[in-house]
């Protein structure tokens, strides 16, 4: 039950100006602050909590800021579509741990010396693979890779899945002369006997994802 009700004829049910704080809230078993918006418009620019000023800013005493929704939560990077605009996580010391941007690439952030600061980028695929990669040597022409089992928890190896291979040697050529869930064989073309180095990359459908292709995507608004 509420102990203070507003119903003003104007835009503010509560409007308060503080030094330090505007609008104190406080509940030992509830919510300090609840709202509930009115927002029948198509335009997002209205809800529940509006923050002004040059910075919008949420803020917790405690230990964990906790988000709950009972639907989809959308963030709009660039709600007047003015701009290029990221939505950052920092960690302890304000570095940047985090960066997704609104043009819809997957990126991080990486220190480069002189060079400051620098983004890197997501490798996109129509489906979903996961990969390792390794290096193995040839003995007298041939060798069996096992495959790590923790990788292999993670990904499908009785279907289909792909090994590139990287000779680091003078030889006749590599190729997989089989492939199982435990691990590839490796051999040298022509019968060759090389004991040379080479590296390799497998890359395989995650497991439980393995029929995602270019799955459509409705528009979020």
Known sequence: TPGFIVMPSGNHG??????????????????GVEAEGNDSSSDDRYGDLVLGGGRGEIFTFG??????????????????NNGDHCFTVLDGNDASVGQW????TKSAVVQTGEYGQRAVYSIESPE????????????DGAVKVSIDPIF???VNLEGEYHVFLTPLGDCRGLYVAAKTATYFEVRELGGGASNIAFDYRIVAKRLGLEDLRLEPVPDAK
């Open 63 to 80: 230990s964990f800021l906790d988000l709950y929704s009972d639907g989809s939560v959308y963030i709009d990077l660039d709600d007047d």
């Open 152 to 154: 292999a928890k993670t």
């Open 128 to 139: 979903v693979w996961l990969e390792d990669f390794g290096t193995a040597t040839l003995t």
């Open 14 to 31: 509560v409007y308060g100006i503080g030094d330090t704080t505007g609008v104190y809230g406080y509940s030992g078993s509830g919510f």
């Open 101 to 104: 941007c609104e043009d819809g």
